[in-house]
């Protein structure tokens, strides 16, 4: 176990390279969108509803990287981009009744749109008090989307519009809280019930003995499913309204995250069991063409280039097994391309992993 700022030293020698790619895009974005250069966004604002703990690794990203301090901020906001290309994401709940090992089994694959924005690791956090955990994150980042902790605790979010803007706590600060400091479902459950949330999100949590997914919605109350038998989400809620559509891009968002959603559902109604090599099969499924509306996605190939810049694909995906050794495997980039490796927890993370060089030569390829 360590401190924050030597978690951050430690990360920021690991995903240098990909913290460089990062900063190099960002460069690239505010020379292509004509954005002001402003390293230093409103700290107040920004920091309000982020541990000290959260703070002080950032600090050590940026010593360990050589990157200076605000620069590495600067990565971890970019609110003025990501605004744009929020959408996306597909996932799988399935209670140990239904699979091989009868253990809980979850997977999620990431999508986001800007792909060259996003470099993808794995890494452990390890913080002196707290939940051990390991997960896949984006280099650099202090927030995290998705994770499974030593207590068997899984968590991760899809991304779901809200657009009703409520001050509180980020999303991807509540999922990590819910890794650092819960121990189970119930408790995770118990830290969202006291908190504001700022954003939407169908949440998945999953422990040895329950799996829900929860529907955030800033503004309104959780909703909580218990999930009795293997279940997906795309984008969009299930209980709470969905925003109306008024643009064309609206309707095409809308029409991606059902098409996405009933072919999971689609996928799930075929087996009877189902363990880690058909959960790797979903991942993977093609049934809409390689597009942004299959399962893993890929950039559109037809459309003007903004449209093709802005759209959504799979930048990485994680598999969650909650039997009796707990395991988790991940493939960085789109996992029609990429190998699933399989990791014990506590196990080392095999380097290509922890420093992203998997998901650089995965960008770097044709389908990327």
């Known amino acids: ?46 920091v309000k509803y982020i541990p000290k703990r959260y703070q002080e690794e950032l600090k050590g990203i940026a010593e360990g990287s050589g990157f200076p301090e605000e620069r590495i901020f600067a ?6 981009v990501l605004r744009m290309f929020s959408e996306g994401c597909t996932s799988f709940i399935i209670p140990g009744t239904r699979t091989e090992s009868g253990g809980n089994l979850l997977m999620k694959n990431r999508d986001l749109g800007f792909r060259r924005l996003n470099p993808q690791v794995c890494a452990y956090s390890r913080l002196d ?49 819910m890794l650092e400091e819960c121990d189970d479902v119930e408790e995770a459950l118990g830290l969202i019930k006291k908190n504001r949330i700022n954003g939407g999100s169908n949440v998945f949590l999953g422990d040895t003995e329950r799996t829900v997914v929860v529907e955030l919605k800033s503004g309104y109350p959780p909703y909580i499913w218990n999930i009795t038998k293997p279940d997906c989400r795309a984008n969009h809620y299930i209980f709470h309204d969905n925003p109306k559509q008024v643009t064309e891009r609206d309707y095409l968002l809308k029409q991606q995250t059902l098409t996405r959603y009933e072919r999971g559902k689609q996928l799930l109604a075929q087996c009877e069991k189902i363990g880690v090599s058909k959960m790797q099969g979903f991942s993977r499924d093609h049934a809409h063409g390689p597009g942004s509306s299959s399962i893993c996605r890929h950039i559109v190939f037809i459309g003007t280039p903004m449209s093709k810049l802005m759209s959504s ?43 992203g060089d998997v998901w650089l030569k995965n960008q770097k390829s044709p389908n990327g």
């Open 1 to 46: 176990m360590v401190t924050p700022y030597e978690q951050g030293v430690y990360r920021g020698k690991s995903e240098v390279e990909s913290i460089r790619h990062t900063l190099d895009e960002m460069a690239s974005i505010q020379n292509f969108f004509e954005i002001q250069k402003k390293e230093s966004p409103d700290m107040e604002a920004l």
């Open 75 to 80: 990565l971890n906001s970019l609110f003025y």
């Open 129 to 177: 008090g707290l939940n051990a955990f390991i997960g896949v994150v984006n280099g650099g980042c202090i927030n995290w989307y998705q994770g499974v902790n030593e207590k068997k605790l899984a968590v991760f979010n899809n991304h779901t519009p809200s657009p009703k803007f409520e001050e509180g706590i980020p999303i991807p600060v509540l999922l990590r809280r």
């Open 313 to 355: 694909s799979t930048i990485s995906s994680q598999i969650f097994d909650l039997s009796e050794t707990l395991v988790t495997y991940v493939a960085l980039g789109q996992p029609c391309g990429s190998e699933f490796h399989k990791i014990k927890f506590g196990d080392e993370i095999p380097k290509e992993l922890r420093s």
